[in-house]
């Protein structure tokens, strides 16, 4: 579904974050660039919603809307600030864990995000569901500090597969 009627039907259907996100810019973007799937991100005081037009158009509408409700809720509950909380070599892991921390309110999300039950995969431990980033963060950053290059290496597979 074309991204602005995707938007009126996330506002019809989730009104509280179809609210926060009439606030954000919204941007389309090609192959080329940086963000292959979508994201937020500030631009000065603004917020905007970047878009990669390829993946979107391989969504189903469900999936559409799981993405955006995905990242209003970034915002909703205040990630972005917290990338400013961890040195920038670990924003990483604070992106896997800010995802973790809201993909468990979320349904119909395509395959490849972060779950918890992934995140469980990666930490080869059981954790705590429904909690917040910094939980997940921490728990993240004890795995890493064992295994950094096991880390790294799923990091760069994750991005080489566009997830």
């Known amino acids: 579904m074309e991204l602005n009627k995707a ?6 259907r989730e009104p509280f974050y179809g ?15 940086d963000v292959k799937t979508a994201a ?11 878009v990669n037009q390829e993946f979107w158009e391989k969504l189903s509408d469900k999936e559409q809307a799981a993405i955006l ?10 990630h972005l600030t917290s990338l400013f909380s961890v040195p920038s070599h670990k924003n990483y892991q604070m992106n896997i864990a ?3 921390s809201i993909n468990q309110y979320i349904h119909n999300l395509p395959e490849g995000g972060i779950t918890l039950q992934k995140l469980e995969e990666i930490c080869d431990k059981k954790l705590e569901a429904r ?7 921490n728990e993240l950053e004890k795995y890493c500090q064992k295994n950094s290059a096991a880390f790294q290496k799923m990091v ?4 080489a597969n566009g997830e």
Request: aromatic share 16%.
């Open 7 to 12: 938007l009126k039907e996330f506002f019809i």
């Open 156 to 159: 760069e597979e994750m991005l």
């Open 98 to 100: 800010t995802d973790c």
């Open 69 to 78: 409700k995905h990242e209003v809720m970034h915002v909703a509950f205040m």
């Open 131 to 137: 909690q917040g980033a910094w939980y997940y963060y």
């Open 19 to 33: 609210t926060l996100m009439l606030n954000f810019n919204k941007k389309i973007v090609g192959p080329d660039h």
């Open 40 to 50: 937020v991100g500030r631009a000065g005081l603004n917020l905007t919603l970047y």
